[in-house]
């Protein structure tokens, strides 16, 4: 295995993103460290250094991403782990979020990471050799009241980077989907969480009960974004790369509560879904 490796990372600047590139720049690798604010992400990382290239990306802005890759292909001379971090948090009841809204949270957490990966597939594949891991959620194995947004954006990465893998696995490129529960980064502070632009009377009893419970999560969840990044270079280490990590032991109960409830849903109906086949 290569031991000091080029890492491209979205969503640099803080957080989970933050801490992955940090541990990446201590353990001797190079790293492509992209954000909106590229001054944050420089700031945060202690300043410039050799092994750092930090540049401004917003994952929804095609010219930017392409012009970002190339940049950093000149400098380092080839990307070898792609880190899909970027995100947004869109809160809310689903018809108290607007269209425009719903739009937002796919083009952010779905399509992003997908223009991203598009960008920097040719270079792994001409390598023949790479590792493609993006930050999902335990928002993509069940549902949450006010997640239906961000769960939707989710689950949808889970199915295309399921399905990319198979794709991608003959040109020698590994992926990995990271499920991490509840961790302390600043996806619920009031800077980073948006909440629904419409409101509806029959929801503003549970809102009014359920905003302010989730609003006081931030600050206090038990994961640390530190030790899932330590993790998170350990697995990329591997020959063999896990297609999925449950990040967090509340993402791994709520894995196990979905991984029952499927099997119960498919017992319950196991004969009479068994019997819509044409007749012999």
């Not at 739009?103 to 270079?123: C, D, H, K, S, Y």
């Not at 947004?149 to 990271?178: D, N, R």
Request: aromatic share 8%.
């Amino acid at each position: 295995m290569k031991e000091n490796k080029v890492w491209l990372i979205t969503g640099a600047s803080s957080g989970i993103g933050l801490e992955i590139s940090k541990a990446a720049l201590s353990a001797g690798n190079k790293v492509i460290a992209t954000g909106r604010n590229a001054e944050k992400v420089t700031k945060n990382l202690g300043g410039a250094s050799d092994n750092l290239l930090v540049l401004h990306m917003d994952v929804t802005d095609l010219v930017q991403i392409n012009e970002g890759v190339n940049a950093a292909i000149e400098k380092f001379g080839t990307i070898d782990v792609l880190v899909n971090n970027a995100g947004a948090f869109y809160a809310g009841f689903f018809e108290e979020l607007s269209p425009n809204q719903m739009e937002r949270q796919m083009a952010v957490n779905l399509f992003g990471p997908m223009n991203v990966t598009r960008a920097i597939l040719p270079v792994m594949r001409a390598n023949k050799s790479g590792h493609i891991i993006t930050i999902s959620s335990t928002a993509a194995l069940v549902g949450y009241e006010l997640c239906s947004a961000y769960a939707a954006s989710k689950f949808g990465v889970e199915g295309w980077m399921e399905s990319l893998a198979i794709e991608i696995a003959p040109f020698g490129i590994s992926t990995t989907i990271v499920e991490p529960g509840f961790f302390r980064t600043n996806l619920l502070e009031p800077s980073s969480t948006i909440w629904n632009e419409l409101h509806i009377a029959d929801y503003a009893e549970r809102i009014a009960m359920l905003r302010p419970g989730w609003q006081a999560m931030s600050g206090t969840q038990g994961g640390d974004p530190a030790k899932l990044a330590a993790a998170l270079l350990q697995i990329s280490g591997e020959e063999n790369p896990p297609k999925r990590w449950m990040a967090g032991a509340d993402s791994i109960s709520e894995a196990e509560r979905k991984a029952k409830e499927l099997l119960e849903q498919a017992e319950a109906y196991r004969q009479l879904s068994s019997s819509l086949g044409f007749e012999q």
